[in-house]
């Protein structure tokens, strides 16, 4: 079993920078493909960016650019840096890991509880 609890969300101004962080158990962490989805009220939930054991990295249309994702196996963490936020990246976060050798594509197993990122304008 894999639990991912995040942290990092939180009110921002646009134009302003958050990190989040994704602290995952279980000792094969390092191989699984990670991923950040977000969802608003009334809308399915999407992938925002995702990397894999090896380091490479994707992300959606809408934040590429703008945010990176990062992996620290050592500490079991994924991180996702926002910069350059906008009020239309306000949403409930998710850090997501999937087990399988899906990539390029990510289709998860696990999912954290989410996190709130509010961006005002």
């Known amino acids: 079993q894999v639990q991912l609890v995040e942290s990092g969300g939180g009110l921002v101004q646009a134009g302003g920078s958050l990190r989040l962080s994704c602290a995952a158990s279980g000792r094969t962490f390092n191989r699984f493909t990670m991923g950040w989805f977000r969802q608003t009220p009334g809308k399915l939930r999407e992938f925002v960016a995702a990397i894999n054991w090896n380091g490479d990295s994707t992300y959606s249309d809408s934040v590429k650019g703008r945010f990176t994702i990062s992996r620290d196996n050592a500490k079991n963490t994924v991180y996702l840096q926002m910069n350059s936020l906008k009020p239309e990246d306000t949403a409930v976060y998710y850090c997501?890991?999937?087990?399988?050798?899906?990539?390029?594509?990510?289709?998860?197993?696990?999912w954290g509880q989410g996190t709130q990122v509010t961006v005002s304008s």
């Open positions: 997501a890991a999937d087990s399988r050798s899906n990539w390029p594509i990510i289709l998860p197993d696990y």
